[in-house]
């Protein structure tokens, strides 16, 4: 595909469950983004991943957040034990070497 | 550190023109500006490199101002598709890129 994918496009949840989400960078992007945004909010930022260096997971809210990125390309951001407060928009984006990003369509999670 | 900008919001007739500022504590590299329509994904507008550039995208343009560690995006003669909340982002050499709290713009005919 041309663009930043991720899926699933919605994900509803259960308090405490885990849950996983996928983003498919464009192909040839060596960073990657993950950022969250809640209902009429800005940009959170989580997690960078750029080349093979040490991701910078500054942005992560806590330790029930994690993500990974195989093979500098996919990469999955998981949420274990979810809360009521995880529910918002997870953005995925990725860029070539600091230029524009690119943003996938979202992941909206819902956790009940 | 997280940019600054102003102002948080604004509401335009058609036709209008619109400034919004993108401020920051710290010597700027680059700054990118995005516009986020409701219910999508940010869509990247411009990006600006130190020096001072101006660039311009339909009737939107965007300045930087090194010396002030600023940018400002100029709206001139908006339209309706115009409206959404902008974003700036600013990175400092090679860091990641930072993004402010968002400009919410509303335009009404």
């Known amino acids: 595909g041309a663009g930043v994918s991720q899926s699933p496009s919605n994900k509803v949840t259960e308090k405490g469950k885990d849950v996983e989400l996928r983003c498919d960078p464009i192909s040839g992007h060596t960073a990657l983004y993950w950022y969250r945004q809640s209902l009429g909010q800005g940009l959170e930022f989580l997690i960078y991943?750029?080349?093979?260096?040490?991701?910078?997971k500054s942005g992560l809210p806590s330790d029930r957040f994690s993500a990974e990125r195989t093979g500098g390309s996919v990469s999955t951001l998981t949420i274990q034990r979810t809360q009521q407060e995880d529910s918002a928009v997870y953005l995925c984006?990725?860029?070539?070497?600091?230029?524009?990003?690119?943003f996938g369509p979202g992941t909206r999670l819902t956790v009940l | 550190q997280q940019p600054v900008q102003s102002p948080q919001a604004v509401i335009l007739r058609e036709g209008e023109d619109a400034v919004i500022n993108c401020s920051s504590s710290?010597?700027?590299?680059?700054v990118h500006w995005y516009r986020q329509k409701h219910g999508e994904a940010p869509v990247f507008l411009m990006i600006l490199l130190k020096g001072g550039e101006q660039k311009g995208h339909e009737k939107i343009s965007a300045s930087f101002n090194e010396k002030k560690q600023q940018s400002s995006l100029y709206l001139t003669a908006s339209q309706l598709s115009y409206s959404g909340t902008y974003f700036c982002?600013?990175?400092?050499?090679?860091?990641?890129?930072?993004f402010g709290t968002g400009t919410r713009l509303t335009i009404i005919p």
């Open positions: 984006a990725s860029d070539r070497a600091y230029n524009e990003q690119f």
């Open positions: 982002g600013t990175a400092f050499g090679n860091e990641k890129l930072t």
């Open positions: 710290k010597a700027l590299y680059s």
């Open positions: 991943f750029q080349g093979n260096s040490a991701p910078d």
